[in-house]
């Protein structure tokens, strides 16, 4: 059973940057693709970032691409998503998922993704 934690979220007002991290144990992390989503309230989740288990290949959601880097460090199995340019509709919980069972990309954009273990999530607040 993977188990994750992510933190770095908080509060931060528009234009800002946060660093989210998240922290993997009970599991091969090097052998898991990874990824990010988020979820505003009353709405469904929504897959932001993606990246390969050697850390080459990502790939983002529209709404973020430009702003936000997703990177991992396997030698401490850690998977981080680094978020510039913030915009108050950017404010979801963050959650970082891993091993997918399945994502879509559409013209190189990722449109969805699930993943067989999800973290609890961190809250970022963008204010205007």
């Known amino acids: 059973q993977v188990r994750l934690v992510e933190s770095g979220g908080g509060l931060v007002a528009a234009g800002g940057s946060l660093r989210l991290s998240c922290v993997v144990s009970e599991g091969t992390f090097r052998t898991y693709d990874m990824g990010w989503g988020r979820q505003a309230p009353g709405k469904e989740r929504e897959a932001v970032a993606v990246i390969s288990r050697n850390g080459i290949n990502a790939r983002y959601a529209d709404s973020v691409k430009g702003r936000f880097t997703i990177s991992r460090d396997n030698a401490i199995n850690t998977l981080y998503l680094q978020m510039n340019s913030l915009r108050p509709e950017d404010t979801a919980v963050y959650h970082c998922?891993?091993?997918?069972?399945?994502?879509?990309?559409?013209?190189?954009?990722?449109?969805?993704?699930?993943?067989?273990?999800w973290g609890q999530g961190t809250q970022v607040t963008v204010s205007s």
């Open positions: 998922g891993a091993d997918p069972s399945e994502y879509v990309v559409v013209n190189g954009s990722l449109v969805a993704a699930d993943f067989d273990s």
